[in-house]
């Protein structure tokens, strides 16, 4: 079902949660303030998600804050790709609730942040002023190193002289096992720049980013990389040359074994012709039937034609 805002915005879910009676308004200052139709829409639809989001967490429209805003970012990029315009876009809506007295200014005063909070904040200027990341990656950084802070000091004051390999290593242990492959590569990626930038700080003598450890790639792990010499006739002799498919994938893996073709120069259909073209000096270009008797007749296992032998 198709929902209007402000005659202008076409949703396709209505809003719900506190702020369903302010995303028409919102979306409304946003066209006095001449913003293009593609920034509103884009700026609506986050409010409206953000504002499902309060609604499960049950904060109330003149509870909403600031930090709301910061936990909701942080519970979104884990759940897809930030845009470097989130946050702006909620700093918006916070300033337009401020000027509609839906909030006050006490209800968006800075929460106090922890010691490993803080670290992970000076962390993320530098990534921003120093460095130039853009929004998301700094996004994406930020709560890895936030926890592996919370993880070695807990509440107490950071301490980062005080860090070891074992640290580091015992940190990534625990949380790679619960990550996607791509996360726990970004957990690692950003343990790496973060400690880095501690030893660019002079708080860490020792290069703590090399203790870092390789996330493994286990992706489809019992397939062999390649057969043993033994194994290929054992193969080919598995298939059926009864049929067409069988002569043809009899034919690609002879070409494989027999002449060290990669796959992708056999996997196209090219007929007798452009396998004679491919084949050149290693056989002998008397025409189909000679090509024929020299494929079948050929050792597969023999070693691939040099070009000394040509």
Not at 16 to 22: A, M, N, T
Not at 35 to 43: G, N, T, W
Not at 177 to 206: C, D, I, M, Q
Request: glycine share 6%.
């Amino acid at each position: 079902m198709k929902c209007f805002i402000d005659h202008q915005v076409v949703l396709f879910r209505a809003p719900e949660g506190p702020l369903v009676d302010h995303v028409g308004p919102f979306a409304g200052s946003l066209q006095e303030q001449g913003y293009a139709p593609i920034s509103i829409h884009r700026q609506v639809l986050l409010v409206t998600c953000f504002s499902r989001w309060l609604k499960q967490k049950g904060v109330a429209l003149h509870h909403i804050s600031s930090d709301h805003c910061s936990r909701y970012l942080r519970y979104r990029a884990r759940r897809m790709q930030p845009d470097s315009m989130d946050a702006s876009s909620l700093r918006h809506l916070i300033d337009f609730l401020r000027r509609e007295r839906v909030i006050t200014a006490e209800n968006i005063r800075a929460p106090r942040l922890t010691p490993a909070e803080q670290c992970a904040q000076a962390y993320a200027q530098h990534l921003r002023e120093v460095r130039g990341l853009a929004e998301a990656t700094i996004v994406h950084h930020v709560p890895f190193i936030c926890g592996f802070l919370t993880d070695c000091f807990g509440d107490s004051p950071v301490m980062l002289s005080r860090l070891s390999a074992g640290d580091v290593v015992r940190f990534v242990q625990r949380q790679a096992p619960h990550l996607h492959l791509k996360r726990a590569k970004l957990l690692t990626g950003a343990l790496r720049s973060f400690l880095r930038y501690a030893r660019y700080r002079g708080e860490v003598a020792l290069d703590l980013a090399a203790a870092v450890p390789v996330v493994a790639n286990w992706s489809m792990p019992s397939i062999p990389r390649a057969i043993g010499v033994d194994q290929v006739p054992q193969l080919l002799a598995s298939i059926d040359r009864r049929t067409a498919i069988g002569l043809r994938d009899y034919a690609i893996l002879l070409l494989l074994a027999r002449l060290g073709l990669r796959s992708g120069e056999v996997d196209k259909p090219i007929g007798v012709q452009g396998l004679a073209t491919i084949l050149g000096k290693w056989l002998p270009a008397a025409g189909t039937g000679s090509l024929e008797t020299a494929l079948t007749t050929s050792d597969a296992t023999g070693p691939r034609p040099s070009s000394e032998n040509s």
